[in-house]
């Protein structure tokens, strides 16, 4: 299996609500990642989790809250978002000190936040 | 930290014509760089990657070539279709620990029937 699913596909919420988004991985992947992707720009990154432990934050504001539940789930839960936080969010995975260190992509959920 | 340049910003070429898009990074310790493809509403997907210890490498229409000395890399597309039509990226990683690419900005490209 070398696929990364992604749920919801679609979200739409107000900038009152609490979401989450849902990632799976079965490749036995020990590192993971939220991207966040504006159109036609590259993915910025947002958080890296290596062997379940929060390991990277790129300053994302406190409305983001990752999480690291087991070695194939990764969460990031949403609340009170802004319209500029619209955009499509990957979720990738890769393997950690190896040498092949491809990373792929789910297909990402996208966001409008209104 | 490492940056990464990528060009053109948009390419636009005739059905059977060939594409390349170039990038140059910083960090002379990065190792292995990937090329993603990304069409409209979809992942990014690897297309082909090269590791510092490789000067170029082929898969099919597409090859990706390596300079450590210039620090550039280039991916080329032989006979290009119109479902090439996609936003490319070029990254740049060290190996080892978590993998962090740094990606470049990404290139347009058109391919007309």
């Known amino acids: 299996d070398t696929e990364v699913t992604q749920t919801p596909k679609h979200l739409v919420m107000g900038m009152t609500n609490k979401k989450s988004l849902k990632c799976e991985q079965h490749?036995?992947?020990?590192?993971m990642y939220w991207y966040k992707q504006k159109a036609k720009k590259p993915p910025e990154l947002m958080f890296v989790?290596?062997?379940?432990?929060?390991?990277i934050n790129e300053s994302v504001p406190s409305r983001f809250s990752p999480e690291c539940p087991n070695s194939s789930l990764l969460n990031l839960h949403l609340h009170a978002l802004q319209p500029e936080d619209s955009a499509l969010y990957l979720c990738?995975?890769?393997?950690?000190?190896?040498?092949?260190?491809?990373?792929?992509f789910g297909p990402g959920t996208r966001l409008l936040v209104l | 930290g490492e940056n990464v340049e990528q060009h053109p910003s948009t390419l636009s070429v005739q059905e059977g014509d060939s594409a390349v898009i170039k990038c140059t990074y910083s960090d002379s310790a990065s190792n292995y760089f990937p090329w993603y493809k990304q069409e409209l509403g979809k992942r990014p997907q690897l297309i082909i990657d090269?590791?510092?210890?490789?000067g170029e490498k082929k898969d099919q229409r597409i090859a990706v070539t390596l300079n450590k000395t210039a620090k550039h890399f280039s991916l080329h597309i032989t006979e290009t279709q119109p479902e090439d039509s996609a936003v490319y990226f070029c990254a740049a990683s060290k190996a080892g620990g978590s993998y962090i690419p740094t990606f470049g900005r990404g290139t347009s490209l058109i391919v007309h029937p």
């Open positions: 490749m036995g992947h020990r590192a």
């Open positions: 989790y290596s062997y379940e432990k929060l390991s």
């Open positions: 090269i590791r510092s210890n490789v």
């Open positions: 990738a995975s890769s393997q950690v000190g190896a040498l092949q260190e491809t990373q792929y």
